[in-house]
């Protein structure tokens, strides 16, 4: 029998058999191997929507914000690059916060581009700087939300003895002494400018000849009881004058911007007003995007008496912007901007999707997002007006500017009942300005879908180990991920509840806990158990451990697996 064996194992036909399975078992491992570089390399294609995370839990809550540098690494040739980045101290409305004390707290931000991002580093694969190997630094996991196989990783390192040189994106250039206002915001994709009052009034992209935009508009229009009829636009808007007119506060990736003016309401010569309303504006620029909120308390009494019945806030072009086209969500064929009368008007619902307007043309992209106040007795619709051989508007006010409307979009809301309520009149606008020419509908659906769904962020504090084994904090599993929040903003008035869902493993058990902004737990869904597909959602219908119905304002959305946590912010508003 033994001999019998020995046959058998030397026979041709085994030692073709064990060749086989050597090879198969080599090529199992080899893609094996292939599987887990290719898991650690950067696969993220998101551009223009800047990542800003919450230091609102450790490792990022309560650091230094002097002591860090931020780097990327390339696995393919082991080399490590620095990347712009910067933390924002914010004030609970998400405002500047101008008495910064260098610490991050729950409400403060880090923000950077996700074309800035690289491959996942070992424990081993560190900076070549000794003092900070002796320091922790900060692993940044990003996973889209949209299709989580595609990740990015930055680091933070600490107590960098040479801070390294990296490239602002973002240059601000001063008003004239005597128009303070007038200013100018220049960045990697485009050259921006505003009027002596402070109105967007100027565009050109990098490597374009022309500006190509007359400026943003606004439109009040009404009648009264005792008030004849009148209208309102950007022209009664004046810049205050003083040295502190504008304050600027620049980053290399995000600048905030703020300037002070009056509405002078007493143009209308109406003997009820005697004065300005103050305004102040907002505005936060980034390497493609901006933001504006400029806001005004007003007495719901003074506008029942006023009547409004039309309020719009539009953007509108000039004559370089004739061969552009205008896209809207509900409008995927595309409008051509010719001069040629036209005029595009689209009811819009209370979906958030649905407030984009997008012109695209050889020059570049401008697409705005529209932020509009809720209110009574009104309807809201997409404005679009191209008319440039007489001075017509698409809602019969008076034309400003270049007094063309050429491509002139927007958002109207129009008095459904006697006059439009609100207590504050407020112009918000979220928008990029994109150096890619000629794009179509789909881009801006997509670019829709990255603002509404951000990167979902893993923080991991390590330590430096040659062997690259040990970690000092587990790491979560692939799975760990929690989804955006819908929807966000939450209007209190709504009949939807707030939807939290997350992804996990099987055999572990998940804490979801909302906090307010000075770090108070509001509600918390305990003991959590995923479904066999990965997944749980939670509904909250936004009242408290009490019962009672949360306040408007900044939350905190938290999910813990007992090792790491996962953070989103979540605005309530009425």
């Not at 020419?437 to 769904?453: D, I, R």
């Given at each position: 029998?033994?001999?019998?064996?020995?046959?058998?194992?030397?026979?041709?036909?085994?030692?073709?058999?064990?060749?086989?399975?050597?090879?198969?078992?080599?090529?199992?491992?080899?893609?094996?191997?292939?599987?887990?570089?290719?898991?650690?390399?950067?696969?993220?294609?998101?551009?223009?929507?800047?990542?800003?995370?919450?230091?609102?839990?450790?490792?990022?809550?309560?650091?230094?914000?002097?002591?860090?540098?931020?780097?990327?690494?390339?696995?393919?040739?082991?080399?490590?690059?620095?990347?712009?980045?910067?933390?924002?101290?914010?004030?609970d409305?998400?405002?500047?916060?101008?008495?910064?004390d260098?610490?991050?707290?729950?409400?403060?931000?880090?923000?950077?581009?996700?074309?800035d991002t690289?491959d996942?580093?070992?424990?081993?694969?560190?900076?070549?700087?000794?003092?900070?190997?002796?320091?922790?630094?900060?692993?940044?996991?990003?996973?889209?939300?949209?299709?989580?196989?595609?990740?990015?990783?930055?680091?933070?390192?600490?107590?960098?003895?040479t801070?390294?040189?990296?490239?602002?994106?973002?240059?601000?250039?001063?008003?004239p002494?005597?128009?303070?206002?007038?200013?100018?915001?220049?960045?990697?994709?485009?050259?921006?400018?505003?009027?002596?009052?402070?109105?967007?009034?100027?565009?050109?992209?990098?490597?374009?000849?022309?500006?190509?935009?007359?400026?943003?508009?606004?439109?009040?229009?009404?009648?009264?009881?005792?008030?004849?009829?009148?209208?309102?636009?950007?022209?009664?808007?004046?810049?205050?004058?003083?040295?502190?007119v504008?304050?600027?506060?620049?980053?290399?990736?995000?600048?905030?911007?703020?300037?002070?003016?009056?509405?002078?309401?007493?143009?209308?010569?109406?003997?009820?007003?005697?004065?300005?309303?103050?305004?102040e504006?907002?505005?936060?620029?980034?390497?493609?995007?901006?933001?504006?909120?400029?806001?005004?308390?007003?007495?719901?009494?003074?506008?029942?008496?006023?009547?409004?019945?039309?309020?719009?806030?539009?953007?509108?072009?000039n004559?370089?912007?004739?061969?552009?086209?205008?896209?809207?969500?509900?409008?995927?064929?595309?409008?051509?901007?010719?001069?040629?009368?036209?005029?595009?008007?689209?009811?819009?619902n209370?979906?958030?999707?649905?407030?984009?307007?997008?012109?695209?043309?050889?020059?570049?992209?401008?697409?705005?997002?529209?932020?509009?106040?809720?209110?009574?007795?009104?309807?809201?619709?997409?404005?679009?007006?191209?008319?440039?051989?007489?001075?017509?508007?698409?809602?019969?006010?008076?034309?400003?500017?270049?007094?063309?409307?050429?491509?002139?979009?927007?958002?109207?809301?129009?008095?459904?009942?006697?006059?439009?309520?609100?207590?504050?009149?407020?112009?918000?606008?979220?928008?990029?300005?994109?150096?890619?020419?000629?794009?179509?509908?789909?881009f801006?659906?997509?670019?829709?879908?990255?603002?509404?769904?951000?990167?979902?962020?893993?923080?991991?504090?390590?330590?430096?180990?040659?062997?690259?084994?040990?970690?000092?904090?587990?790491?979560?599993?692939?799975?760990?991920?929690?989804?955006?929040?819908?929807?966000?903003?939450?209007?209190?008035?709504?009949?939807?509840?707030?939807?939290?869902?997350?992804?996990?493993?099987?055999?572990?058990?998940?804490d979801?806990?909302?906090?307010?902004?000075?770090?108070?737990?509001?509600?918390?869904?305990?003991?959590?158990?995923?479904?066999?597909?990965?997944?749980?959602?939670?509904?909250?219908?936004?009242?408290?451990?009490?019962?009672?119905?949360?306040?408007?304002?900044?939350?905190?959305?938290?999910?813990d697996?007992?090792i790491?946590?996962?953070?989103?912010?979540?605005?309530?508003?009425?």
């Amino acid at each position: 029998m033994p001999f019998q064996s020995a046959a058998i194992f030397n026979s041709p036909l085994y030692k073709e058999k064990v060749r086989i399975m050597k090879q198969v078992l080599f090529f199992l491992g080899v893609l094996l191997m292939a599987r887990h570089a290719l898991s650690q390399v950067n696969t993220l294609d998101r551009r223009y929507v800047p990542v800003t995370y919450k230091t609102a839990a450790r490792p990022l809550f309560e650091l230094n914000v002097n002591e860090w540098t931020a780097y990327r690494f390339d696995r393919a040739t082991k080399s490590w690059s620095a990347i712009p980045f910067q933390f924002d101290q914010l004030t609970d409305t998400d405002r500047y916060d101008r008495n910064k004390d260098d610490l991050t707290d729950a409400t403060d931000e880090m923000i950077f581009l996700p074309t800035d991002t690289g491959d996942k580093a070992e424990l081993s694969d560190w900076i070549t700087d000794e003092m900070s190997r002796q320091a922790e630094r900060i692993e940044l996991q990003l996973t889209d939300p949209l299709n989580p196989s595609k990740q990015g990783w930055i680091y933070l390192f600490k107590n960098v003895m040479t801070k390294p040189k990296v490239q602002n994106y973002i240059d601000y250039i001063p008003g004239p002494p005597d128009q303070a206002a007038a200013d100018t915001i220049v960045t990697t994709a485009f050259k921006l400018g505003h009027s002596k009052n402070g109105w967007i009034d100027y565009l050109k992209f990098t490597g374009g000849k022309n500006d190509f935009i007359d400026r943003f508009k606004l439109r009040l229009k009404g009648e009264g009881i005792l008030v004849p009829p009148y209208e309102i636009n950007e022209d009664f808007v004046q810049a205050e004058t003083g040295d502190d007119v504008v304050a600027f506060y620049p980053g290399p990736v995000r600048l905030f911007h703020i300037s002070r003016a009056d509405i002078l309401l007493e143009k209308l010569n109406l003997p009820i007003i005697s004065k300005p309303s103050p305004f102040e504006y907002n505005y936060e620029y980034t390497p493609y995007s901006f933001a504006i909120e400029a806001e005004t308390d007003i007495d719901a009494s003074l506008l029942a008496i006023f009547g409004v019945r039309l309020i719009r806030q539009s953007l509108d072009f000039n004559n370089n912007a004739v061969g552009m086209t205008f896209y809207s969500a509900n409008n995927p064929n595309g409008v051509l901007i010719d001069g040629v009368a036209t005029s595009y008007s689209d009811a819009l619902n209370q979906s958030e999707r649905e407030n984009w307007v997008m012109a695209t043309g050889d020059h570049g992209t401008v697409f705005l997002i529209f932020n509009i106040t809720i209110m009574k007795n009104s309807r809201r619709r997409i404005y679009f007006h191209d008319e440039k051989n007489n001075s017509n508007t698409g809602d019969m006010t008076q034309n400003t500017g270049d007094s063309f409307s050429i491509g002139d979009m927007g958002v109207m809301i129009e008095a459904t009942g006697d006059a439009l309520i609100t207590n504050r009149l407020a112009v918000t606008y979220k928008g990029y300005f994109i150096d890619r020419a000629n794009v179509n509908f789909e881009f801006g659906e997509q670019l829709l879908a990255w603002e509404q769904n951000p990167l979902n962020v893993t923080a991991v504090l390590q330590m430096y180990d040659p062997t690259g084994i040990v970690e000092s904090e587990p790491g979560p599993p692939d799975d760990f991920q929690l989804y955006s929040t819908y929807p966000n903003p939450y209007h209190l008035n709504s009949a939807a509840r707030i939807r939290f869902e997350f992804g996990g493993s099987v055999n572990n058990l998940y804490d979801i806990v909302v906090y307010n902004v000075i770090g108070q737990k509001v509600v918390e869904f305990k003991n959590l158990a995923v479904n066999a597909n990965g997944r749980h959602v939670v509904l909250w219908d936004a009242r408290d451990a009490n019962g009672l119905l949360t306040a408007p304002g900044v939350y905190f959305v938290q999910l813990d697996n007992g090792i790491q946590t996962l953070t989103q912010k979540l605005i309530i508003s009425r």
